[in-house]
C-alpha cells in the first residue's frame, strides 16, 4: 500500500521569507498525482498545487511551487514571500490511478507564519 | 456554484444513537468519497462509490455505512456510534480522481459522548 510521510509537524517562517515543507512517499507505480492540500483554521480543504509523475518539470502557482524528485520519491512544497495568510496545516497527498479516486494523505505540517 | 456540501457542520450526539451525514454534489461527478481525519493521523478513506448503486469500503470502514442511491447523495451513516467515532469528517467528490481534482465539503465536527 502507498503511503505518505511528512517528518515535519510544525514548521515556522517570518512574514517574507520563503519556507520549505517536506513530503516523502512510497510506491511501486510509475504513473501517479501527488498534491499539495491547504487547510485554514476554516477546516476547508483547498488544493494548492499538483504534480503529475510523469511531467519531470515541476508544478508552480504563484508563491507555491514544487521540487519533485521522482527516484527519491520526494515532494516538497516551498512558499516564497510567506504571508499571514499562508499560516494553515498542509496536507501532502497521493492517488494512484484506477484506485477510484482515493487520495492518501500524510499526517500534516503546520505553518505558523509570525510577523 | 460547483460545491460539495455537507451538513450539519457540527453535531453532538450520545453513544448509541443512529446519525446521518449528508453529503450532495451539484457537479455530477462519478466518484464521491468520505475521509476522517484525526489528529495526528492526517485523513483517512472510510467509504468511497464509483457509480450510482457501486459502493466500496476505504481503510477505515468499522462503524460506518454509505449508501449511493443518486448520483448526487453520498450519505455516512453511524447505526451505533462510539467516542473513538469523534472526528472531523470530509465528504469529496470527483470526475475521476487525480487527473480531474477533488472537491471537498466543508466538513462535519461529530463529537460523540
Known amino acids: 500500500a502507498q503511503t505518505v510521510t511528512q517528518s515535519q509537524p510544525e514548521m515556522s517562517v517570518q512574514e517574507a521569507e520563503t519556507v520549505t515543507l517536506s513530503c516523502t512517499y512510497d510506491t511501486s507505480e510509475s504513473d501517479y498525482y501527488l498534491f499539495w492540500y491547504k487547510q485554514p483554521p476554516s477546516r476547508q480543504m483547498i488544493l494548492v498545487i499538483r504534480q503529475e509523475a510523469y511531467k519531470q518539470q515541476n508544478a508552480t502557482e504563484n508563491r507555491f511551487s514544487v521540487n519533485f524528485q521522482k527516484a527519491a520519491k520526494s515532494f516538497s512544497l516551498k512558499i516564497s514571500d510567506s504571508q499571514l495568510g499562508d499560516a494553515a496545516m498542509y496536507f501532502c497527498a497521493y492517488n494512484q490511478p484506477g484506485t477510484a479516486s482515493k487520495l492518501t494523505f500524510g499526517t500534516g505540517t503546520r505553518l505558523q507564519v509570525t510577523l | 456554484e460547483a460545491q460539495v456540501t455537507q451538513n450539519p457542520r457540527y453535531l453532538i450526539t450520545v453513544t448509541g444513537k443512529k446519525l446521518t451525514v449528508t453529503c450532495s454534489q451539484n457537479m455530477n461527478h462519478e466518484y464521491m468519497s468520505w475521509y476522517r481525519q484525526d489528529p495526528g493521523l492526517g485523513l483517512r478513506q472510510i467509504y468511497y462509490?464509483?457509480?450510482?448503486?457501486?459502493?466500496d469500503k476505504g481503510d477505515v470502514p468499522e462503524g460506518y455505512k454509505v449508501s449511493r442511491k443518486e448520483k448526487r447523495n453520498f450519505p455516512l451513516i453511524l447505526e451505533s456510534p462510539s467516542p473513538n467515532q469523534t472526528s472531523l469528517y470530509f465528504c469529496a467528490s470527483s470526475p475521476g480522481g487525480g487527473p480531474y481534482g477533488y472537491t471537498f465539503g466543508s466538513g462535519t465536527r461529530l463529537t460523540v459522548v
Open positions: 462509490s464509483m457509480n450510482v448503486e457501486v459502493t
